[in-house]
């Protein structure tokens, strides 16, 4: 059956600018990330993009390790941008990234010019692009030089294979010196893609919202839901197919009973708010307008239909904001074995 998009999906949505740039994103953006491999019906995939559209959801965020296997993830969505979103592309934002180990031998991951260059080609190939709207590196590489990572960068970036040049998982140092780099190539840094959310602030403390604020560079912060966390999903438990159970991206031993007060107490908040707990997360982290979009992931449309709710109510109060922290604090480090604070 042919898809049509709601007529009414703009108005639905709130737009940001991002930087100082022209670009406005969705407050909302969808990623494709563990639930678009090969272990997801494509029915499925369909109906969650499909649905995020529908709600003025425009940005899709990939990365060509995304899947399982790495590239499934991108090879999907190419087929749904044939088939659903066909006559679309211009209204769609569409973003990779390139950083994490995608194939065998020493050109597989990291930084360099070789590794960055063939990952954009090989993501374009699999979603049949020209170009996508933002490139980013996924995460700072200690032994390639920063000008190197930077200048392939700015050659995918001329060469018309992206129209905006991003960072993801930076630290405050990194991002400005990748940004004077940059910067002296006459290329803009559009964009920076950290983790972020209540149990996560290293934003906070490595001061990377105030460095991103006087560079004028955008932000998308993912995993605003901490893998699930602040949803209802873990308030009875660890669910069968859920994060935790499969070990993908939550470690299931930060589910304990001590976390789950915590998650019920926030719960509580989000209701006084007539907000779910993810609305409420999500809108805690787009507080204020200092990060630009909240980066969702999504197994099924319903969710993606209660995170695009969020942006009915965006303010807090202050009593609000000191009663989260009351309940959530920077519990990162025992969150995720892999850390943010790169570089």
């Known amino acids: 059956m042919t898809y049509h998009p709601a007529e009414d999906r703009y108005s639905k949505m709130v737009y940001r600018r991002c930087g100082k740039s022209g670009l406005k994103l969705p407050a909302v953006s969808l990623g ?26 425009t940005h899709f965020d990939l990365a060509n390790n995304y ?3 790495p590239g499934s993830a991108e090879e999907a969505f190419g087929e749904i941008l044939r088939t659903d979103f066909a006559g679309f592309r211009d209204q769609l934002i569409i973003s990779s990234k390139a950083g994490y180990e995608m194939w065998n ?14 990952s954009c080609d090989q993501s374009l190939k699999r979603m049949g692009l020209e170009y996508v709207d933002i490139f980013y590196s996924h995460r700072f590489d200690p032994d390639t030089p920063l000008e190197e990572t930077m200048g392939a960068l700015e050659h995918i970036w001329r060469s018309g294979r992206a129209l905006y040049i991003g960072i993801s998982s930076y630290n405050s ?24 959310n209540m149990l996560n602030r290293w934003v906070e403390r490595d001061g ?21 966390l602040l949803t209802k999903k873990y308030l009875g438990g660890i669910p069968e197919g859920s994060r935790a159970a499969q070990e993908k991206s939550l ?32 809108a805690w982290v787009l507080r204020g307008g200092r990060i630009t979009t909240a980066l969702i992931g999504a197994s099924k449309p319903s969710q993606v ?12 109060t202050e009593a609000e904001l000191a009663e989260i922290d009351r309940h959530a604090q920077d519990e990162a480090i025992n969150l995720w074995a892999r850390s943010s604070e790169m570089g």
């Open 173 to 196: 140092q990194r991002s400005r010196e990748a940004a004077a780099i940059l910067r002296d190539m006459g290329v803009p840094l559009l964009i920076h893609q950290p983790s972020y």
């Open 105 to 118: 031998g020493p050109y597989g991951e990291w930084g360099s010019r070789k590794y960055l260059i063939a």
């Open 67 to 69: 899947g399982p296997p």
């Open 32 to 57: 494709l990330w563990h639930n678009f491999g090969h272990d997801t019906p494509h029915q499925v995939k369909r109906a969650i993009c499909q649905t995020a559209f529908d709600h003025g959801i």
């Open 305 to 316: 239909i209660d995170c695009a709710g969020a942006v009915s109510n965006l303010d807090f």
């Open 208 to 228: 990377l919202t105030d460095t991103l604020d006087e560079l004028g560079v955008g932000s998308i912060a993912f995993t605003p839901l901490a893998q699930g």
């Open 251 to 282: 470690n299931s031993n930060v589910i304990t009973p001590e976390m789950i007060a915590k998650i019920k107490a926030l719960d509580e908040i989000a209701q006084s708010r007539g907000q779910s707990l993810a609305q409420m997360a999500i």
